[in-house]
């Protein structure tokens, strides 16, 4: 599988600020019938953001664990409930709806209680590239550089 991922001496052939103008160059040598198989887009510079969602409260914490607890336990229980004949059917999945709650905020208040305030807000995070270099196979290069400087729109000083 990592060799779909390398280039035999990889070279190259510009630096884009964003992914959609990688991509574009890409297609353009696409429509000029290059070898497209022998390109990659690398994203680099990579960093980290983290967009911070809201006030973590042990009222958010409880209804998150509870929330999150109720559907492990219907899923559990309708597992179990597949199992089981038509008399403890419902007994199944309502015992595990209230092992799940009982499962889910349990967890969520050890887990927030082991943080001791130093984290009272809830967040996502991604990694993200700030810069997207195209690679092409070193045989490649001058006939993919000469089809760039072509394409129009293309900044002629651009790496």
């Given amino acids: 599988?990592?060799?779909?991922?390398?280039?035999?001496?990889?070279?190259?052939?510009?630096?884009?600020?964003?992914?959609a103008d990688a991509q574009k160059a890409v297609d353009y040598l696409s429509d000029q019938a290059f070898p497209v198989e022998n390109v990659l887009i690398v994203g680099t510079e990579l960093k980290q953001v983290e967009r911070v969602t809201g006030r973590l409260t042990?009222?958010?914490?409880?209804?998150a664990g509870a929330g999150s607890g109720v559907w492990l336990g219907l899923f559990?229980?309708?597992?179990?409930?597949?199992?089981?004949?038509g008399s403890t059917f419902a007994a199944a999945i309502l015992g595990g709806i209230v092992l799940g709650l009982i499962?889910?905020?349990?967890?969520?208040?050890?887990?927030?209680?082991?943080?001791?305030g130093q984290r009272d807000f809830s967040s996502v995070q991604k990694v993200v590239a700030t810069k997207y270099e195209?690679?092409?196979?070193?045989?490649?290069?001058?006939?993919?550089?000469e089809l760039l400087t072509k394409m129009p729109g293309r900044d002629p000083f651009a790496v």
């Avoid at 499962?103 to 001791?116: D, N, W």
């Fill in 1 to 19: 599988m990592a060799e779909i991922f390398s280039l035999e001496y990889p070279q190259s052939l510009g630096v884009f600020d964003k992914y």
């Fill in 58 to 63: 042990w009222g958010r914490v409880l209804m």
């Fill in 76 to 85: 559990i229980g309708l597992l179990l409930s597949l199992f089981s004949d």
């Fill in 103 to 116: 499962f889910g905020v349990t967890s969520a208040v050890v887990g927030y209680a082991a943080t001791r």
């Fill in 134 to 145: 195209v690679l092409v196979e070193h045989k490649f290069l001058a006939k993919g550089q």
